[in-house]
């Protein structure tokens, strides 16, 4: 099978785990074998068969930069994950703001519930 002609860098990562949101705290809690399950506290669980979950406790990431006040009134705790997760992959990869070419530039994102 022929190769294709380009290549492809990952050259950020950024996360937001119960783990934490840093790549070394995350990779940390894996290595030392870290569970963050317990009793869910965004909520009250205790209507539903199974009151324990994996959160994200601690995230205080409020406002964010070039999103308008209105956009960040708005923005769901999911969407400031996303951006939060943008923003240190980017940060990683060496890239200052205003500086990442969007025509030259990918971003694969995902979720897991």
Not at 16 to 31: K, S
Request: aromatic share 8%.
């Amino acid at each position: 099978m022929k190769r294709a002609g380009r290549r492809v860098a990952i050259t950020g990562l950024g996360a937001v785990t119960p783990l934490g949101d840093r790549i070394d705290d995350i990779w940390n809690g894996v290595m030392e074998g870290r569970v963050p399950c317990g009793p869910v506290r965004s909520f009250d669980a205790r209507q539903y068969p199974c009151p324990i979950a994996y959160e994200v406790e601690g995230f205080t990431e409020d406002k964010f930069p070039g999103l308008s006040p209105s956009q960040n009134d708005i923005a769901s705790r999911q969407a400031r994950f996303a951006l939060h997760a943008t923003d240190a992959a980017v940060a990683m990869a060496g890239f200052q703001n205003g500086e990442l070419n969007r025509l030259d530039s990918a971003l694969s994102y995902g979720v897991g519930m």
